[in-house]
């Protein structure tokens, strides 16, 4: 796959702050695009996996905005061909030997889970999409945004070191803070796909107890509630490919039920126990 990105005459002034809320997509076929207004514009091939991004010199500036919004996008939705997507949260044990795959609803608590177990040793792989894939047998497994933490605000209060060093963004209806966890915590970031020993898929619940717990759970709630954080393309090849993906993931991963609690520490020391 490729992303080629060319630089051309635009507008003098940087693109406004809601710039990545103007942002318009479409598709036909296996073509897909997405345009920036006068600040620029890109299309993809999805059959052959290229791009072309032309940005206007004054959005080529931010390499960031670039990458976000025109590379990964197209990178993404290229990987989407082959690979199993979910919506989830990671952390590889400080052993090395297992990953904890957390899947839960909009603030269930899986970002601020899977810093802690960072924070605690751990190494972060994912907080906003997991990104699988089988071979020789084993799950292979990716993280995207690659070190990067979203913290509702209500959450960056139990982590007031961040507070000024990530960036707002909206996401939904909610605003949070972006924090590079590659600047904040150097070596602790996972920044390439992995084959774990072991997968411990923990479906995250709040129930307001104080401790946390883990709990056996049915095959077939795993299954629903995995469907429902899978992301997908859904035409039939596609979607047979993930499906098969998701299949290995079932049948290998140990599954748990987690009941997070009020205390990080004994959160912790809990999910040290999956190894």
């Known amino acids: ?6 630089a051309r ?6 693109p406004p702050a809601d710039w990545p809320e103007r942002l318009a997509y479409s598709g036909i076929g296996d073509w897909i695009s997405v345009s920036a207004g006068a600040w620029g514009y890109g299309v993809g091939d999805l059959g052959t996996g ?32 082959n690979w199993a997507m979910l919506h989830a949260s990671a952390a590889l044990h400080p052993g090395g030997r297992a990953l904890a795959l957390l899947i839960g609803a909009h603030n269930a608590g899986k970002s601020t889970t899977a ?17 699988l894939q089988v071979g020789d047998g084993r799950m292979i497994v990716g993280g995207y945004p690659v070190g990067e933490v979203k913290l509702r ?30 600047a904040a915590h150097p070596g602790r970031v996972l920044e390439t796909v992995l084959a774990p020993e072991v997968v411990h898929l923990c479906l995250v619940e709040r129930d307001g107890g104080a401790r946390t717990a883990l ?3 049915a095959l077939d709630e795993v299954r629903r509630r995995l469907s429902a ?20 993931l079932l049948a290998s991963a140990r599954c748990h039920r987690l009941r997070l ?11 040290e126990t999956l190894r």
Do not use: C
């Not at 010199?57 to 290229?78: M, Q």
């Open 215 to 217: 709990e056996p759970i």
């Open 153 to 182: 605000g209500d959450t960056l209060a139990d982590f007031p070191e961040y507070a000024d060093a990530g960036q707002p963004v909206q996401v939904r209806e909610q605003r949070k803070t972006v924090v590079d966890l590659r």
């Open 1 to 6: 796959m490729s992303v080629h990105v060319i």
């Open 261 to 271: 609690g009020a205390d990080p520490l004994q959160m912790v020391s809990l999910l």
């Open 50 to 81: 290229r791009a072309l991004v032309v940005v206007a010199p004054t959005l080529a500036e931010d390499a960031r905005l670039v990458s976000r919004y025109f590379i990964d996008h197209y990178i993404l939705n290229f990987l989407f061909s």
């Open 229 to 248: 954080n899978t992301v997908y393309w859904d035409t039939p090849p596609r979607l047979e490919r993930n499906s098969a993906i998701l299949d290995q």
């Open 9 to 14: 005459s635009g507008p003098s002034d940087p």
């Open 115 to 131: 810093l802690r177990l960072m924070r605690a040793g751990w190494r972060f792989l994912a907080d906003g999409m997991a990104l």
